[in-house]
């Protein structure tokens, strides 16, 4: 077997911050791709200033979160106001691959390095742009972060308790997963085709778009029924019990789901018959369902008195799905995980010993791999102008001195 990574060779000039385009190209970088993360300590990610902090000590090369979606990656630092820059990364994107961005709509055609001018600089590149809402219609200038794209597609509104406000994902979900995820296939095809054919094209990602296309079953619901879903708190449209309960210890809970009758008295049995679960109010689905107020306080007084991981276990081991809610330091020394090799630790030049999660697709003739932490503010920029341009040191500093380059 070959050791070369799949994605070895191709080359990705990376404008992304924040976190869609951060994370998808972390996942090509995993896999081989080359990407030259250009970034300016002057204006830098808004994640290289987001905790969580390396020891609580905030810095521009401290970021837990930034540190998570760029490893793998070579950081460049240039000045974008400098109007010699766009001529560097001119020269970069001539020896390129891919060139991607998510930001604002026309801040690359500021730069005069819009599709039309880098197609220009080299007609065989792919060129991916992930504007919020799309580079048409009424809304295309609009900013928007993964918050708000949130409550913008309904994520916010089918997320938390009915009888309460919105409160979304806890996290920016759509950076995470859908955008991501989207945006690697899309640049995949794209591979494949100038494989194929030799030419490159223009992707467009538009964020709100890719977030929505993950969320079918309320649109449905509407349009079939008339039926505005509303938020459901831990319970399921078509399951009972569904939720999340108290077990032992401060802050600890077990989520139970029971989807049909066999699981059900599968149940049962694990709790020892007691009566109130012989009552016909939860002899079916549907009933269970008319009386889910009363069924989760009576599993819940159940609960409360198990240790959460001995439940758990005696409940899979039953036939029952349940899982402990875990916290962050349950994952890190989850067993499961760890012989699997989940977490991955690298020394960062600044943060020292560091965990990252691994790719979490798994093949036998092309693994991804992590090799190198997330690059500090512009740790690469002599390297790459050196390795992929060719310029001396003296070339180098000169880009310094005129401020073109940190």
Same mark, same amino acid.
């Given at each position: 077997?070959? /050791? ?25 970088? $995993? ?11 002057? !204006? ?63 801040? @690359? $055609? ?54 309460? &406000? ?21 640049? @995949? ?48 449209? /078509? ?23 066999? &699981? ?16 016909? !109010? ?6 269970? @369902? ?16 198990? $240790? ?31 012989? !699997? ?9 600044? @943060? ?19 090799? !190198? ?27 310094? /001195? &005129?401020?073109?380059?940190?």
């Amino acid at each position: 077997m070959s /050791n070369k990574l799949p994605l070895e060779g191709v080359r990705i000039v990376d404008f992304s911050w924040v976190g869609a385009g951060p994370t998808t190209t972390r996942m090509l970088a $995993e896999f081989g791709a080359e990407v030259f993360r250009l970034e300016s300590s002057k !204006r830098p990610d808004v994640l290289r200033f987001t905790g969580p902090f390396k020891d609580g000590l905030p810095g521009i090369n401290r970021s837990g979160y930034f540190s998570n979606r760029n490893p793998n990656k070579e950081s460049v630092e240039i000045n974008m106001k400098n109007p010699k820059a766009c001529d560097l990364v001119a020269e970069l994107i001539k020896v390129s691959d891919i060139i991607i961005n998510n930001f604002t709509l026309g801040i @690359m $055609e500021k730069w005069n390095l819009g599709y039309e001018d880098v197609k220009i600089i080299n007609p065989n590149i792919i060129y991916v742009t992930m504007p919020i809402q799309g580079s048409t219609g009424p809304h295309r200038k609009y900013m928007g972060f993964g918050a708000t794209m949130n409550a913008l597609v309904g994520l916010n509104h089918l997320s938390g308790f009915p009888d309460k &406000e919105p409160f979304g994902t806890g996290t920016n979900y759509p950076d995470h997963v859908p955008n991501p995820a989207h945006t690697a296939f899309a640049i @995949m095809v794209a591979l494949l085709h100038r494989v194929r054919t030799g030419e490159g094209q223009y992707i467009e990602v538009p964020q709100t778009e890719v977030a929505l296309a993950v969320l079918p079953t309320a649109i449905m619901d509407y349009t079939a029924n008339g039926r505005i879903q509303n938020r459901l708190g831990n319970r399921n449209l /078509n399951t009972a019990p569904h939720g999340v309960y108290t077990t032992k210890g401060i802050n600890r809970w077990i989520a139970i789901a029971v989807y049909n009758d066999d &699981e059900w008295k599968a149940l049962k049995k694990v709790m020892d018959y007691p009566t109130w679960a012989e009552s016909p !109010r939860f002899a079916t689905l549907f009933n269970r @369902m008319v009386n889910e107020d009363e069924l989760d306080r009576f599993i819940e007084d159940w609960t409360k008195n198990n $240790e959460p991981y001995q439940l758990m276990n005696k409940l899979i081991q039953a036939g029952v799905r349940a899982g402990v809610v875990q916290n962050a330091k349950d994952l890190l020394e989850d067993p499961h995980l760890n012989e !699997r090799g989940f977490w991955k630790y690298l020394d960062h030049q600044e @943060m020292g010993r560091h965990v990252y999660n691994i790719t979490p697709v798994h093949m036998t003739k092309t693994k991804g791999q992590l090799v !190198r932490p997330a690059p500090m503010v512009g740790q690469h920029t002599d390297e790459v102008l050196k390795r992929v341009l060719g310029l001396s040191d003296k070339e180098i500093q000169n880009l310094k /001195n &005129e401020g073109i380059v940190g």
